[in-house]
């Protein structure tokens, strides 16, 4: 497996404290047969290049520590970028889009959605980027609203869902989230979003178990194996309406609304 979404490079954000507890993360991903992982710190709207260029200097010190520990999860950096105006110059920097790609992890704050989210995604797109949004299923006030997402699945937005989130860590609507847009074909990537050794592991080995028990061997090789390698060699990854086969074949703004909505409307 490869995790495209985690905190384990040390000291910059909310993530891992210390060296020590980055190599103990990737230890523990490596035993649950993470192969590979992107490092996606924090880049808050209001960081400039020079945190990029921590994040640089940050990487090739834990890259070398790894070396040293005999640590064999292989590693690129990324970031979690805040959605911010110029999005599309700041994804641009050395050292944010992910494994030197051109996918960008983008984050939306919480709370309302932001004006212009369209916008930045498309401007993004226009400047030859991939946009994924990460962990849409945590965000309240875009499961709440089913047109919003299929707009941003029209613009071929793609979709990080976070492991804990299709187990339960994250309590019951968002893994109901989880597990909806999964379902519904609407996600390219699963990943741990791991902080640290304990409340927030980087462990994908029980959500991979549900998708490949749920919705089968294929489509968990699909978001856990296959597409995050697509990702890391920089080739296409696609950017599906719905599962193959299945009525979600349909255009998306054609679909009978209300479906995300009614379902998660008992935890409202
Ligand atoms: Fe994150």
Known sequence: MVDIHNHVLPDVDDGADSVETSLEMLRRAQAEGVEAAVLTPHFKPEDDQEKAELHQQRFAQLQEAV???????????????????????AAGWPGIALAGSRYVLVDMPPGPLPGGL???????????????????????????????????????????????????????????AARLLAERGWVEFVASDGHNLEKRPLALQSARQWVEETLGAAEAQLLF????????????????????????????????????????????
Do not use: Y
């Not at 401007?123 to 875009?142: D, K, N, V, W, Y």
């Not at 804990?164 to 609507?173: D, E, K, N």
């Not at 193959?244 to 935890?267: M, Y």
């Open 67 to 89: 070396t040293g520990a005999g640590i064999l999860v292989q590693l690129f950096l990324g970031a979690e970028v805040g959605f911010r105006f110029g999005l599309a110059e």
């Open 118 to 176: 369209e916008k930045g995604m498309f401007e993004l797109r226009t400047a030859g980027f991939r946009p994924i949004l990460g962990h849409p299923e945590r965000h309240r006030q875009l499961t709440g609203d089913e047109r919003q997402l299929a707009r941003l699945r029209e613009q071929e937005l793609l979709f990080q869902i976070d492991a804990g989130s299709l187990t339960g860590r994250f309590g019951q609507r968002t893994q109901a």
């Open 225 to 268: 194996v296959d597409n995050p390698w697509r990702l890391v060699r920089g080739e296409s990854v696609a950017c599906r309406e719905g599962r193959a086969g299945g009525a979600a074949r349909r255009p998306v703004a054609k679909r009978r609304q209300g479906w995300l909505s009614r379902l998660l409307g008992t935890w409202r």
